[in-house]
């Protein structure tokens, strides 16, 4: 089937260009370089529509540059996006703001995603009145129906953002981003910033709407207990590189990555008594100056010197079982 969304070989570097000193160094002799961040590196990925893919990570590794290129907010520095089996650049205007309208982001601070100039009512209106979506005579039952929908009392519509909780704030996020009537939802750790209990309505408000209106999600999180619970699919990412994906059962069971299992190892849990926490060793290289090779090689407890040289490619270790690890290729 042709993905909803798809992402191909999607680099990503951030520069930040020489200040006049620096530039006036430069000419002087010095050894001064523009910095680039390398935040993304050959990233390849697909959504099924109706699919909740689950991308998890430390935090730095690159998940919300990712979640960004897929919603449209950045640009990448190489790589295509495809919308529907169609690559979004050979769109015209009034197609591309089409896809941009059905692909929405929901943020993790909701609070600084939120104008505080604004009534509620007005942020979660202001969309489908601008793009013609609701009718200025049906809008204000569009914008009371919406916030019924995330749970949230269409009386407090004039209110301003500083009212409300951060888990009204959240909903109110998701109600800005359902005004416009989307197929796929890129959430960047959405509840991370929530109470535990909190948290739990969240996601569960995440299952209903995905059941009403047929929602394809991109879900950012570091916790992989969340990612578990609302995933069909898992992707794992370290330093700018996808490295293991697979279905969120086959994974949690039968992770293959190294770097997978040092993460799935230290996920806490009820069933584990008198467990010591034991973090991943070595620091987390910058993704100024990212190793060669395999990026995890550094803290990998099974390098092996070609790991330090050579990129390793994906293998299908089982149906739908990816994994990149030099290790797979031994007998």
């Known amino acids: 089937m042709t993905p909803l969304l798809a992402l191909a070989n999607i680099t990503k570097n951030f520069s930040r260009p020489l200040d006049f000193a620096a530039k006036l160094a430069r000419v002087a002799g010095a050894d001064v370089h523009e910095v680039v961040v390398h935040?993304?590196?050959?990233?390849?990925?697909?959504?099924?529509?109706?699919?909740?893919?689950?991308l998890a990570g430390e935090?730095?590794?690159?998940?919300?540059?990712?979640?960004?290129?897929?919603?449209?907010?950045?640009?990448?520095?190489?790589?295509?996006?495809?919308?529907?089996?169609?690559?979004?650049?050979?769109?015209?205007?009034?197609?591309?703001?089409?896809?941009?309208?059905?692909?929405?982001?929901?943020?993790?601070?909701?609070?600084?995603?939120?104008?505080?100039?604004?009534?509620?009512?007005?942020?979660?209106?202001e969309a489908p009145r601008v793009h013609g979506l609701a009718a200025r005579k049906e809008l204000q039952e569009y914008i009371d129906q919406l916030m019924r929908q995330v749970g949230l009392d269409p009386a407090y519509k004039r209110r301003f953002a500083h009212q409300f909780s951060g888990g009204q704030r959240a909903r109110i996020g998701i109600a800005r981003a359902l005004a416009v009537k989307p197929d796929l939802l890129v959430c960047d750790e959405a509840v991370a910033a929530l109470d535990v209990s909190i948290q739990a309505q969240v996601l569960n408000l995440f299952m209903q709407l995905r059941a009403e209106f047929n929602l394809t999600?991109?879900?950012?999180?570091?916790?992989?207990g969340v990612v578990e619970h609302l995933s069909d699919r898992v992707m794992i990412m370290y330093l700018g590189r996808?490295?293991?994906?697979?279905?969120?059962?086959?994974?949690?069971?039968?992770?293959?990555?190294?770097?997978?299992?040092?993460?799935?190892?230290?996920?806490?849990?009820?069933?584990?008594?008198?467990?010591?926490?034991?973090?991943?060793?070595?620091?987390?290289?910058?993704?100024?100056?990212?190793?060669?090779?395999?990026?995890?090689?550094?803290?990998?407890p099974h390098a092996m010197p070609r790991c330090r040289v050579e990129n390793p490619l994906f293998r299908e270790v089982a149906p739908g079982h990816w994994s990149a690890c030099h290790l797979n290729d031994m007998p």
């Open 217 to 224: 999600y991109l879900f950012i999180s570091h916790d992989l």
């Open 242 to 300: 996808i490295v293991e994906t697979a279905p969120t059962l086959e994974l949690f069971q039968h992770a293959n990555h190294p770097y997978t299992q040092a993460l799935l190892a230290e996920v806490p849990s009820l069933n584990r008594r008198d467990h010591d926490f034991t973090p991943i060793t070595g620091e987390i290289p910058s993704p100024i100056d990212p190793p060669p090779g395999c990026h995890f090689h550094p803290r990998c």
């Open 39 to 54: 935040a993304l590196d050959d990233v390849t990925m697909t959504i099924a529509e109706g699919e909740v893919v689950g």
């Open 59 to 125: 935090s730095g590794c690159g998940k919300s540059t990712l979640g960004r290129i897929a919603a449209g907010i950045l640009k990448p520095t190489k790589g295509t996006r495809a919308w529907r089996g169609v690559d979004i650049t050979d769109l015209d205007h009034a197609e591309r703001r089409d896809v941009a309208l059905k692909i929405q982001m929901i943020f993790q601070d909701a609070f600084a995603s939120l104008n505080p100039r604004m009534r509620v009512g007005e942020i979660i209106g």
